[in-house]
């Protein structure tokens, strides 16, 4: 008798992607807390939101740019640029991050 192992390892395969979705799944709300928090004194971080920077643009804007990707943004926020102050967000904080910029362009 021959026992086949691809049944287990779609099982464990689908049940990796299902935790590992759950347990990294963004929350913008979380994300706009952040954005108050870190970014406000330069962005325009929501529409009630009066003063910002000229030289920066608006979370709004970003995310209304063509070819807006939460995921590249996110990486975009793990890597220092030395336009922006290292805020030294964790990976789920630049998720939150991008998933609240990303409510904005709709």
Known sequence: ???SLTPFLN??????????????AADPNRGEALAKQWCASCHIVSPGQ?????????FTSIARRPGFSPPQLTFFLLDPHPKMPSMALTRAEATDLAAYIA????
Request: charged share 10%; net charge positive; glycine share 14%.
């Open 1 to 3: 008798m021959k026992l």
């Open 11 to 24: 099982a464990g395969v689908a049940l990796v992607a299902a935790l590992g979705t759950s347990a990294l």
């Open 50 to 58: 009066q003063h910002g920077s000229d030289q920066v643009p608006s």
């Open 103 to 106: 409510t904005l362009g709709r």
